[in-house]
């Protein structure tokens, strides 16, 4: 299997709920990205990893806990989310922090919905 | 100010118009200028890539970069129902910083 892949694709969780998503790159990427999409926004940058080390963290709630265990691997653990945390969380990969001209390479999402 | 602005739309067009997608942006440090595709229940895509200011065409598509007037275009020509996405705009400072600043993008649909 080759790219970006995110799992669950869909999660419905209630407020009290703890949950994770995963994301898995086969790429060789040194870097791994979360962000938030919400209709009509632009993309939020949550988390930067650059070589499994966390080098931003952009103000997300702490109910919001990324874990890298290797440069292969990226989660995120959910726990008392609010009903506007509900979005697309997409992951997303590149050969080096930053990006530059090279760009990411993204999952397709996990739509989470918080009831 | 946003950092990077670019009309939701929708926008909807007949099969076989050209389409043209803009953003405006207000740093001048920004010198990486992408176009992502993003279709229905996918993640974006990188479809093009310019440095600095000046054209550059892939098929059907082509990206125009005016850093003087901080305004960024993408052009489809002969624009097909597979077109039909939501595009982003993106930019970036370049080297190791996490500078990349995204559109809200652009969702357009093409009419057979």
């Known amino acids: 299997e080759t790219g970006v892949t995110q799992t669950p694709r869909h999660l419905v969780m209630g407020m009290t709920n703890k949950k994770s998503l995963k994301c898995e790159q086969h790429?060789?990427?040194?870097?791994m990205y979360w962000y938030k999409q919400s209709a009509k926004k632009p993309l939020e940058l949550m988390f930067v990893y650059s070589l499994e080390e966390r080098v931003e963290n952009n103000s997300v709630p702490s109910r919001f806990s990324p874990e890298c265990p290797n440069s292969s691997h990226l989660f995120l653990h959910l726990h008392t989310l609010q009903p506007e945390d509900s979005a697309l969380y997409l992951c997303a990969s590149s050969q080096s922090q930053g990006a530059g001209i090279h760009g990411y390479t993204f999952g397709s999402g996990t739509r989470l919905t918080v009831v | 100010q946003k950092e990077v602005e670019q009309d939701p739309g929708p926008l909807s067009v007949p099969e076989g118009a050209i389409v043209s997608l803009n953003c405006t942006y207000s740093?001048?440090?920004?010198?990486?200028f992408m176009w992502y595709r993003q279709y229905s229940r996918k993640g974006p895509e990188l479809l093009m890539y310019?440095?600095?200011?000046g054209n550059k065409e892939d098929g059907r598509f082509t990206a125009q970069v005016d850093k003087s007037s901080k305004y960024i275009s993408l052009f489809i020509r002969d624009s097909q129902p597979s077109d039909s996405a939501t595009y982003l705009c993106?930019?970036?400072?370049?080297?190791?910083?996490?500078?990349?600043?995204f559109g809200a993008g652009t969702r357009l649909t093409v009419k057979p």
């Open positions: 740093n001048s440090a920004f010198q990486y």
């Open positions: 310019t440095y600095s200011s």
């Open positions: 993106a930019m970036s400072g370049g080297g190791n910083n996490n500078d990349m600043r």
């Open positions: 790429l060789g990427h040194n870097a």
